[in-house]
């Protein structure tokens, strides 16, 4: 089992930056892929960025260049750092954890509750 608490979220122009993390429980959190999703309003949720357990990443198009995943394993802790923020980004982020990298939602078994972005023009 892995439970997951997402921090980090809030309220920010566009042009700035936030930074993301996602604590997880359990001592097998280095094994699992981590990743990031998001949902805006109205919208399906939709997988923004991934990490694996050696530091390989993947991301959504609309992601890269402007957003880092990173892990920390003694922490059991992974990060989403946003810059350059769009309005568009506006969305609740929700990590993840599964046993491969995905793109897809039912790729992953955990999931946290989500934490707020809201991004101002």
């Known amino acids: 089992q892995v439970q997951l608490v997402e921090s980090g979220g809030g309220l920010v122009q566009a042009g700035g930056s936030l930074r993301l993390s996602c604590a997880a429980s359990?001592?097998?959190?280095?094994?699992?892929?981590m990743a990031w999703f998001r949902q805006a309003p109205g919208k399906e949720r939709v997988f923004v960025a991934a990490?694996?357990?050696?530091?390989?990443?993947d991301y959504a198009d609309s992601a890269k260049g402007r957003f880092t995943i990173s892990r920390d394993n003694a922490k059991n802790t992974v990060y989403l750092q946003m810059n350059s923020l769009k309005p568009e980004d506006t969305a609740v982020y929700s990590c993840?954890?599964?046993?491969?990298?995905?793109?897809?939602?039912?790729?992953?078994?955990?999931w946290g509750q989500g934490t707020q972005v809201t991004v101002s023009s």
């Open positions: 993840a954890a599964g046993p491969d990298i995905g793109i897809r939602t039912y790729d992953y078994g955990y």
């Open positions: 359990g001592r097998t959190f280095s094994r699992y892929v």
């Open positions: 990490i694996n357990w050696s530091g390989t990443t």
